[in-house]
């Protein structure tokens, strides 16, 4: 049974520029939620897609934009990359009708060096 | 607004020692609470969670919780830890949306 997967597992990116990361969820789940890490502070709650749509959204701005896929994959977008969107960034999945409640997988995560 | 609170950021402690790491979050309804464990170079596992029921939740790998909801506190306990238990530990909740929000976590490293 696969987990949560993320690619890529690395990336450098300049100021300025624009970054895709992506995910596969875990078999079975429906559900996809991003969230950024930075050094020594916890996840960071960005937003959650279901049935394609942003369901919600955690204090990002703009710039961090991302989308779901029928086969419930998704994308975590952010343009005009800053210094400070340097993070380890985590998608986690979860069955929205799960009867355990909302516990969500983890992927490895992506690690963004914004230089 | 929701948030969580960690006691320790980092914890050292010999092989056989106990541990309890606090956790206090900040929530005037009802809450799901959860202790995710982060190994070196590993992604987050869950460790365990409470939904309702009996307090005292027991999880992985030895570890157990209990939910005072008078404190509103989730504290992690393990009885006699093992070098393997080296870890960065997040405490995180979800109340009445769709989101988890975790702690700064606690640094825990177990000497041999």
């Known amino acids: 049974d696969a987990g949560v997967t993320q690619s890529p597992t690395h990336l450098i990116k300049t100021r300025g520029q624009q970054v895709t990361l992506r995910c596969s969820p875990k078999s079975g789940h429906d559900t996809v939620s991003w969230y950024q890490q930075a050094l020594g502070q916890g996840p960071q709650f960005i937003f959650q897609y279901y049935e394609e749509e942003e369901r919600q959204r955690g204090n990002f701005p703009d710039r961090f934009s991302g989308h779901q896929f029928p086969n419930y994959s998704s994308e975590l977008n952010v343009n005009a990359l800053l210094l400070g969107d340097s993070a380890l960034y985590l998608c986690a999945s979860s069955l929205a009708q799960g009867a355990d409640g909302p516990e969500a997988f983890f992927g490895q995560g992506t690690r963004l060096t914004v230089v | 607004a929701q948030s969580v609170s960690q006691h320790n950021h980092h914890v050292i402690l010999s092989e056989a020692a106990s541990l309890e790491l606090g956790c206090n979050y900040s929530y005037g309804g009802t809450v799901n609470l959860f202790w995710y464990v982060q190994y070196p170079g590993q992604h987050l596992q869950l460790l365990l969670k409470?939904?309702?029921?009996?307090?005292l939740v027991k999880g992985i790998k030895g570890f157990e919780a209990e939910f005072i909801k008078s404190k509103f506190s989730f504290n992690l306990r393990k009885p006699s830890v093992q070098w393997s238990d080296t870890a960065e530990y997040f405490c995180?909740?979800?109340?009445?949306?769709?989101?988890?929000?975790f702690g700064a976590g606690t640094t825990v490293t177990v000497r041999a």
């Open positions: 995180a909740m979800n109340a009445d949306d769709y989101k988890l929000s």
């Open positions: 409470y939904f309702s029921g009996d307090p």
